[in-house]
Structure formats: C-alpha cells, structure tokens
C-alpha cells in the first residue's frame, strides 16, 4: 500500500531542472518590471513636476508580492510577439496600478517602459584591471585602472545595480560632489571616445542620482 502511494505521489512530482527552465523562459521578469516601472515614474517626476509625495507614495507599494505587478508580468510574457502588443497590454493593465495618475500621465509611464522594455542592449566587457572594452579589444578599449576615482565610481554603481544618491556615491567614493560629477562626465566622453560614441555608460538624474546605463549590460571578465 505505502510502495502504491509513493507510485501515485512521484507520478505528478516535476524536476526541479525542469521548473527552473520553465520560470527562466519568461522574457520579463517582476524585478527588472517594477524597477523600469519606478523609473518611468521618476521620470513622470520630473516631467510634469508632480509632487515627490505622490509618486514616493506609488513606488513604495511597488514590490514583487503585489498582485497587480504580477498580473502585468504574466500580461507581458504572453504578449511579448510585437512592440505592439506589448504597448497594449502596457495601456490596459497600468491604469490599475496607477490609479493617482491621470491617463496622459499613465500613457506617459507606459510609453517610457515599452523603450526601456524593448530597447536591445549593448554589451560592454569589464575586465578585473579595470579595462571597458567593446569587441575587438585592441580597437575599442578605455583602462580605467588608470583613474583610480572613476573606477571606484563604476564598481560601486555596479553593485548597487540601481540609482545611487550623489551625496551617498560622493561618501562612498571618498570625493566632492563635484568632483564626482566631473569623473563621470569625463567617464561618459572617454566611453564614447575609445568604446563607441553612441554608448553612454552611466545615465544621472537630478533627483535620483546615478546608475549604470540601462541601454547597456555590462559584463564582468
């Protein structure tokens, strides 16, 4: 009887390998959502000078358990045929989200993430000497390890994977705000000078601060 149980019971038990390749198909994960969806936010922020209260408030039920943020990854993932699929679904499902804003500002939102959403990355090689190159390295190359500031700079945005405050990126990079401020400038113009110049490698916002660009992936080697 128990051997006839154990039969029964293994008969409907699924591989974990093959649970982990179905959730690892899914094109949009909850994660990288919710973080461009606070980012158009930010964005909307700055915008149309909606007051910072309002959309702290938005961000901060924005978490993985919120039903709703699940709802519109399972809407994403189903619909990620075409950009316009994908804009409907966007145009559909946030309103519900987004219930503090009017539909020009959601449209807003919504047009900001299908950019971000869609948009192919570039790929930008990070070596452990601190060198960013593009392939081929002998033609595309920056060594950064021969700035020690903007290399501290790009580790630390790396493993914050998100905007960092400049007040708090001057404190962890031992720097003044403006020295800060003029490292990643010349780190942006000499990215654009030895890598490619349509590439810029970390993106500011007035009232955000900095991250690594989210038009392009970084890859440590």
């Known amino acids: 009887m128990i051997m006839q149980k154990a039969k029964i019971a ?6 974990s390998r093959q649970l982990a390749a179905k959730t690892t198909t ?3 994960k909850i994660r990288s959502i919710l973080e461009e969806l606070k980012d158009a936010l930010r964005a909307l922020a700055e915008s149309v000078k909606i007051q910072g209260q309002t959309i702290d ?4 039920r924005m978490d993985e ?3 709703q943020a699940r709802d519109l990854s ?3 993932n189903r619909n990620s045929e075409s950009n316009e699929k994908l804009a409907k679904t966007l145009e559909t499902k946030l309103p519900a989200m987004l219930p503090e804003l009017n539909r020009n500002q959601t449209g807003m939102v ?7 959403l869609t948009a192919k990355k570039r790929t930008v090689f990070f070596s452990a000497e601190g060198d960013l190159y593009t392939d081929p390295k002998k033609e595309h190359c ?8 903007r290399l501290r700079i790009m580790r630390i945005l790396l493993e914050r994977k ?3 405050q400049t007040d708090t990126l001057a404190g962890l990079t031992d720097t003044t705000r403006k020295s800060l401020e003029y490292a990643i400038d010349r780190i942006n113009a000499l990215g654009k000078q030895k890598l490619n110049k349509n590439i810029t490698l970390i993106d500011g916002r007035r009232f955000t601060g900095y991250r690594i660009h989210p038009d392009i992936f970084i890859r440590e080697t």
């Open 10 to 15: 293994t008969k409907y038990i699924v591989p």
């Open 26 to 28: 899914y094109r949009f």
């Open 57 to 60: 408030k938005i961000i901060s």
């Open 65 to 67: 358990k919120n039903p």
């Open 74 to 76: 399972d809407a994403l």
């Open 110 to 116: 919504s047009k900001t993430m299908l950019k971000s």
């Open 142 to 149: 920056y060594p950064m390890s021969t700035g020690k500031l």
């Open 162 to 164: 998100g905007f960092v």
